[in-house]
T-cell receptor, first 113, second 108 residues
């Protein structure tokens, strides 16, 4: 069964450093998403991406965040200058249509020290 | 008022029992609705979509009431493996909103 994959599974970084989280969505999906979940809190939408551009973003997705689909398979989230409060689990998801069921990757746990 | 509200639980239910979860949403323009389950420290996994006509998948039944802005999930004959957090998810205008989830513990 096709699945969304994410790397790395755990990333530790120092405050102020840049990180890139990587995702490989399901191959015939057209819509891609990033979410975060701070420990013990709810899943929060960050951004959706379609046709090589951002289609929607939340208030959390400020200028320190960016997304890219550098080739036909990878979808990345870059956090430019990490803060302690960026520590969370980051999930990538993909779907065939924009309101259709989304399939999530296993997540990257980001720890900012 | 939160856009998607769920009873946080936890619900402690004996194996074999029937359990029902409710979710309310505040924006009547919401378009699509889903139930996901999330195991501890894992990713959300799609359980089922929710349609106005109601839909059933084995032991699971989901219902949508647009007039009352209410979504439900019923689990019959609960199993130990049903222990998880159940997340209500609402789509509106390209925004995806998760509820905080309801924790379910099935007791042997």
């Amino acid at each position: 069964e096709p699945e969304v994959t994410q790397t790395p599974s755990h990333q530790v970084t120092q405050m102020g450093q840049e990180v890139i989280l990587r995702c490989v969505p399901i191959s015939n999906h057209l819509y891609f998403y990033w979410y975060r979940q701070i420990l013990g809190q709810k899943v929060e939408f960050l951004v959706s991406f379609y046709n090589n551009e951002i289609s929607e973003k939340s208030e959390i997705f400020d200028d320190q965040f960016s997304v890219e689909r550098p080739d036909g398979s990878n979808f990345t989230l870059k956090i430019r200058s990490t803060k302690l409060e960026d520590s969370a689990m980051y999930f990538c998801a993909s779907s065939w249509e924009d309101t259709y069921e989304q399939y999530f990757g296993p997540g990257t746990r980001l720890t900012v020290t | 008022r939160k856009e998607v509200e769920q009873d946080p639980g936890p619900f402690n239910v004996p194996e074999g029992a029937t359990v029902a979860f409710n979710c309310t949403y505040s924006n009547s323009a919401s378009q699509s609705f889903f139930w996901y389950r999330q195991d501890c420290r894992k990713e959300p996994k799609l359980l089922m979509s929710v349609y106005s006509s109601g839909n059933e998948d084995g032991r699971f039944t989901a219902q949508l009431n647009r007039a009352s802005q209410y979504i439900s999930l019923l689990i019959r004959d609960s199993k130990l493996s049903d222990s998880a957090t159940y997340l209500c998810v609402v789509f509106r205008d390209d925004k995806i909103i998760f509820g905080k989830g309801t924790r379910l513990h099935i007791l042997p």
